[in-house]
């Protein structure tokens, strides 16, 4: 960037310079000026944080809709929308595929979770709404793998992608949540009673363990998510239809 010194008067030009240079002036003081067309290292930093903020969480949501699952299952030879519950998420590839498929999907789709927000932390600028904007990538991804883009906005219960949210949120409450899932899932013999119970109360410990408020809603928008996606499984609970993990 260069700058010189030069005195002008009321109603004078840059001498020689109109087409290269932009100037601002007041009668008979000395301004600086720059050529024209030339950002400032702020404002081009101001643009730059300006487009952060909107493609990562755009970002979150597609790396949220990649379907681990679908694509462990291909790797072993079966398309997992077609057998068991037709879900591409961990519980019917484990048990489409058994346990160390079942593992590498809940790990992936956990990782797809945790990681836009962890680096949403990283990534996006300073600002008064970082920390919503924070969230909302941990939002978009739950939403990216439930509706995911790439299957026609048709993907899984968003479970393992919630616990990687979670996890971020507040590691240490992650333990009460699974001691409430194991409890009810060994009690109930469902899964899906299991993940319902873990998601709903995971907000209440959020609120009761004096977290900010914005954490709380984000915890509660993702378990009214997972609610919804589990509309069915709820009326098969409630008919006694549901499928058990025990064996009869």
């Known amino acids: 960037m260069y700058h010189s010194n030069v005195f002008l008067t009321n109603g ?24 024209a067309g030339t950002i400032s290292q702020h404002h081009a930093r101001g643009i730059i944080d300006y487009i952060m903020n909107i493609l990562w969480p755009i970002a979150s949501y597609l790396i949220g809709a990649i379907p681990f699952g679908l694509l462990v299952g291909r790797l072993a030879g079966i398309d997992v929308r077609t057998a068991g519950s037709g879900n591409i998420g961990a519980t019917n590839v ?43 990538c941990g939002i978009l991804a739950v939403v990216g793998h439930m509706f995911p883009v790439y299957l026609g906005f048709r993907g899984g219960k968003g479970v393992a992608t919630a616990l990687g949210v979670f996890l971020f949120l507040s590691p240490p409450l992650i333990a009460i949540s699974l001691t409430v899932f194991i409890g ?65």
């Open 12 to 35: 004078d030009c840059c001498p020689g310079l109109m087409a290269l240079q932009s100037c601002c002036f007041v009668d008979g003081e000395t301004v600086n000026w720059r050529p």
């Open 94 to 136: 484990n048990r489409l595929l058994g346990k160390k498929f079942g593992v590498i999907t809940l790990v992936l789709d956990c990782l797809k979770g945790f990681l836009p927000i962890f680096l949403a932390t990283l990534l996006l600028p300073d600002g008064p709404y970082r920390h919503w904007l924070v969230l909302l």
């Open 184 to 248: 009810v899932v060994l009690l109930s013999g469902f899964v899906s009673a299991g993940s319902l119970a873990a998601s709903a109360l995971f907000p209440c410990w959020l609120f009761f363990f004096g977290h900010p408020p914005a954490s709380v809603l984000a915890g509660g928008i993702v378990a009214a998510l997972i609610w919804l996606k589990h509309h069915e499984n709820i009326g098969r609970l409630w008919r006694g239809e549901e499928k058990t993990w025990k064996k009869r």
